[in-house]
């Protein structure tokens, strides 16, 4: 049984930081390549970040700079410091084996003074 577990989100200020974190289970992690997508309301789903299993990155371009995605094969966690954050980043965060169709409950951020 699959199952993926978003956590760290919260109520942070523009200019603030937060590391997000997703554990997985149910799946051999280190082959996956691994992402984070986010949803505003309103909006569509859109990916954020990814990271292969040999670790090449990319992101979206409102993010670079700012986002960094890591992995922990060892611990089957995958990670998104977010830096310098903006109300546009506000969102619920999710974590995605890019091949296969499982979501997680999400991670709410939320940027606001």
């Known amino acids: 049984q699959v199952r993926i577990v978003e956590s760290g989100g919260g109520l942070v200020q523009p200019g603030g930081s937060l590391r997000l974190s997703c554990t997985v289970s149910?799946?051999?992690?280190?082959?996956?390549?691994m992402e984070w997508y986010r949803q505003a309301p309103g909006n569509q789903r859109e990916l954020v970040a990814g990271?292969?299993?040999?670790?090449?990155?990319n992101y979206l371009d409102s993010v670079k700079g700012r986002f960094t995605i890591s992995r922990d094969n060892a611990r089957s966690t995958l990670k998104l410091q977010m830096n310098s954050l903006t109300p546009e980043d506000a969102a619920v965060y999710y974590c995605?084996?890019?091949?296969?169709?499982?979501w997680g409950q999400g991670t709410q951020v939320t940027v606001s003074s």
């Open positions: 149910g799946i051999n992690f280190r082959i996956y390549q």
């Open positions: 990271i292969t299993s040999g670790g090449g990155t």
């Open positions: 995605k084996a890019a091949s296969l169709p499982y």
